[in-house]
């Protein structure tokens, strides 16, 4: 053929990592744990693949993971929703925003996204031939920019996507941000496509709130949540969506096309897994909040400046005092090939991908990988 095909993109993570690979890097830009992954839901997934069943299961999710969604939503953050109508299954986050998207998104509609944003949500957004609106939070606070949003709506707004606890900055949404969106949902006929993945993983005693939990906000949230990250096992894609029934019937249908399914043995283990109790949860938060601690001082011991992070798994470092023009881009490929250390350029979350002066590094990694990024870094500068 004489055509060229490729309107997407290769992803930052992809890039980086490839680059990493090739100059022997440590590795903390794409976002996975290390060494986290709970013995009691691989031996579940064991178990399960062993006895079977291998065929399709229901398409909606199998019923012991769709009630362990209910149960573990209303047991950590108060969120009532009926296992049979109100969840739905999906292979990873991933699938569950593009299905929401496909769903929710026709030709001329306009979808907001809060800046910097996790990578996937505009590609989707356009290929459902929607209009991306991106509107910027601010570092080293990222407050929600209100005037902003209000001035970003129009005739054609549909749907905002809320990322918290959000990815690449570490921001968990207050009470208050929660409370003024879901007044912002209702005064201009909006629905939220929440990515709470991070749900767990949160820090300092911060805990995570979903806006599927405000009453009047209920019937215009899509609640995403993910085994990856509450069982630090990122290759498992099992996805989980919570909605009301008007929004989950449609997004149920962009599934059946995307995927139809996720495998069974894998959706009964992280059923398994959603029942642990709080020690799972909290020991899971401490090892993280404690990663986080040790590579923020080892960070600012080698002279970086670390912003404050509250949740998920990344740092940002300011670099503004090692490249004057605070070129992020060129910056994370000088650390991959000077110091043989990867990070991401916070640009690679922006529409406009301009330097932003900030790089994010993954901290959920084995003391070891962590010791060594540090020196590294400290004999690098
Ligand atoms: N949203 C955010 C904010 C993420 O960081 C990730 C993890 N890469 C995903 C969605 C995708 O999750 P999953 O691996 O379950 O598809
Ligand atoms: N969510 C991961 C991150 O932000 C990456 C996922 C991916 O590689 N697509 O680093």
Redo the contacts with the bound molecule.
Sequence with gaps: TNRTFGALGITVFEAMSRLAAAHGAVNLGQ?FPEGLEPRAVVEAAAAALLEGPHQYPPMRGVPELRRAVAENGARFFGIEADWESEVLVTS????A?AAAFFALLNPGDEAIILEPA?D?YAPIIERAGATVVPVRLVAPDWTLPKAALEAAVTAHTRLIVV?TPM?PTGKVFSAEELAWLAAFLVRHDLVAVC?E??EHLTFDGTRHASLFGLPSARARTVRIG?A??SFSM?GW?V?YITAERALIEPIARAHQYLTFTTPPALQRAVAAGLALDAAYFDGLRGALQERRDFLAAGLAEAGFDVLPCSGAYFLNIDISAFDAAGDDQAFAERLVREAGVATIPLSAFYRDKATTGLVRLCFAKHRATLEEAIARLGRWR
């Excluded at 990873?92 to 699938?95: L, N």
């Design positions: 976002g990873g986050a991933t699938e925003l996790y996937s990322n990815n990515d993945v991070y993910s990856g990250k990122t894609k996805g």
